[in-house]
């Protein structure tokens, strides 16, 4: 079956990095696009970056510049690297891919805690 497990996430300063990545299994990773959705308290979840299968990203714009989403087929692993993070981009971040129409999957989430 799908999985989408999320690795990555923690507590950081303002202005500090992480790198989240996400391994998939269960289908053929090379042939889907694959997506990064953040979800803040009191918030709906929201598009972060998305990665075609031929490698074309798409980012929003609260965090264009700041964000880099990647990937590698030979390791069915989507990454997400934040650089300068703020304290709004607090929020539990989900890998999320569509294999077609009432088939969508998502990891179980990691938490990412911009603080001082």
């Known amino acids: 079956q799908v999985q989408l497990v999320e690795s990555g996430g923690g507590l950081v300063q303002p202005g500090g990095s992480l790198r989240l990545s996400c391994v998939a299994s269960?289908?053929?990773?090379?042939?889907?696009?694959l997506s990064w959705y953040r979800q803040a308290p009191g918030k709906q979840r929201e598009l972060v970056a998305g990665i075609t299968a031929s490698g074309i990203s798409n980012y929003a714009e609260s965090v264009k510049g700041r964000f880099t989403v990647s990937r590698d087929n030979t390791k069915n692993t989507v990454n997400l690297e934040m650089n300068s993070l703020k304290p709004e981009d607090t929020a539990v971040y989900y890998c999320?891919?569509?294999?077609?129409?009432?088939?969508?999957?998502w990891g179980q989430g990691t938490q990412v805690t911009v603080s001082s």
């Open positions: 269960g289908f053929t990773f090379s042939g889907y696009a």
């Open positions: 999320y891919v569509r294999r077609g129409v009432g088939n969508d999957y």
